[in-house]
């Protein structure tokens, strides 16, 4: 019999592709939904589109997490509503790019060994 031991609920599971692409998208400043569809489609090389659904589907659930908040922004021409990246988010993207870091050394490590 196989033990395995549980690891206890966190925030710290890994995030969906969306959620970790607007959060990269809001780390070096604040983004309203336009700029964040596109600034998404660039950071992953136009692999990723979101749609608007999607994507505010994902702000709706990362407001209510604390991980974003709104942001007044000085173009208020069309009643944009921005968004910035909190301390609580920047901590859990820090945390999904530490976790996919393992992961990657991990899977050259075993690419390598295997190539040998």
């Known amino acids: 019999m ?6 206890p609920e966190s925030p710290s599971r890994p995030l969906t592709e969306p959620v970790l692409l607007i959060l990269l998208s809001l780390a070096d400043k604040p983004r309203h939904g336009y700029a964040l ?3 998404i489609e660039t950071l992953s090389a136009g692999r990723v589109r979101m749609t608007t659904g999607t994507l505010y589907g994902a702000l709706r659930r990362l407001l ?11 173009d208020t021409s069309r ?4 968004y910035r990246l909190t301390s609580v988010g920047r901590k859990q993207m820090a945390t999904e790019l530490d ?3 393992q992961l990657t050394r991990a899977a050259a490590a ?3 060994a295997r190539e040998a």
Do not use: G, N, P, T
């Open 79 to 82: 009643e944009k509503q921005a």
């Open 110 to 112: 075993r690419l390598r």
């Open 99 to 101: 976790r996919m870091k």
């Open 64 to 74: 209510e997490d604390s991980w974003i908040e709104r942001f007044d922004q000085e």
């Open 2 to 7: 196989r033990h395995v031991e549980e690891q």
């Open 37 to 39: 569809m596109k600034d």
